[in-house]
């Protein structure tokens, strides 16, 4: 594409490109030790590994990241994220029901427990495609009951014995280090199978965990898909083409980031923030875009926060 013809496609898609809308799915080391500890995981016939983090740490964003990843590493599996709503007097018949439901399961969904715990198996089976394997990723999982867990345990034993792998990937708040030992009191073969390994997901903590973010902006992303556009090229084309990148300045960058980092999580800075100064940092950067802008201290003083 010329400068003129990138010009003219940031101008149509500005107002949707996901660093604006901060809705980009962005690597950070975090979530590059948690794609490794899944895709690891994933050697096994069937496992379990669970993350909780603060509120606004980018839980679903990494939930996105695993899917992406593991679709991408292995051609033919089946990835499910399972969007877990709060259900005060849980039954098996409406968790079988919402499993299909985030499937988008077609055909009518049987009233007939029996009958439908067949659906899902069928359902789920299909979905692990030619590679039969299933990556079943629960976003607020803390929200699962002990009698849900032993029925997805149901689930996951069925798949198995039809020699599907199946791999579970838990995100929850802080509460689910409660749930966790609820499960050892109750049941402690659920907490064995689920949570025998809980680690904690943060946000950015130093400038070199911003790297990543910044890299990808600058070469490791696309949009609009197709384009062959990364980031930084479509927002920011002159600055582009004259060798100008956003990574060089990550040191700058997170010094005035970090204060505007929310109150009562110490030293991190949530992705929220992250992605909101990142929003602000180009719509303020917009109408300076030349091949001799240069990124000082002075200017990104100028940023708003999230």
């Not at 500005?14 to 799915?25: F, K, R, S």
């Not at 849980?90 to 988008?104: H, K, V």
């Not at 180009?282 to 240069?294: A, G, H, M, N, P």
Request: charged letters at 25%; glycine letters at 6%; aromatic letters at 6%.
């Amino acid at each position: 594409m010329t400068l003129e013809e990138v010009l003219r496609l940031r101008d149509q898609v500005w107002d949707e490109h996901p660093l604006i809308v901060e809705g980009a799915v962005l690597p950070t080391l975090a979530i590059m030790d948690v794609l490794a500890r899944v895709w690891a995981l994933g050697r096994k016939i069937r496992g379990s590994i669970a993350f909780f983090a603060q509120p606004l740490t980018g839980k679903s964003s990494c939930a996105e990241m695993v899917k992406a990843e593991m679709r991408r590493k292995k051609p033919g599996c089946g990835v499910l994220i399972f969007e877990v709503v709060e259900d005060t007097h849980p039954a098996e018949g409406r968790l079988l029901s919402e499993i299909l439901n985030q499937i988008d399961y077609a055909p009518k969904i049987s009233r007939e427990l029996a009958e439908k715990r067949t659906q899902v198996h069928r359902a789920l089976l299909a979905l692990s495609g030619e590679a039969r394997h299933l990556f079943l990723i629960f976003d607020e999982a803390q929200e699962l009951s002990c009698d849900e867990f032993a029925w997805l345990k149901s689930v996951i034993n069925r798949l198995v014995r039809s020699r599907v792998k199946v791999t579970v990937v838990l995100f929850g708040q802080v509460e689910l280090k409660d749930r966790r030992q609820q499960l050892k009191a109750a049941r402690s073969d659920l907490e064995k199978r689920f949570m025998s390994t809980l680690n904690e997901l943060k946000g950015i903590q130093n400038a070199s965990e911003l790297v990543p973010i910044l890299k990808a902006i600058d070469q490791g992303s696309e949009f609009p898909s197709g384009s062959g556009l990364n980031y930084l090229q479509l927002l920011m084309p002159r600055f582009y083409q004259g060798g100008g990148r956003l990574s060089p300045h990550c040191a700058t960058v997170w010094r005035e980031m970090k204060k505007h980092r929310l109150p009562g999580v110490g030293t991190v800075v949530t992705m929220s923030t992250v992605a909101g100064f990142l929003a602000n940092l180009f719509i303020v950067l917009r109408s300076q875009d030349s091949e001799s802008l240069q990124i000082t201290p002075e200017l990104l003083m100028t940023v708003p926060g999230a």
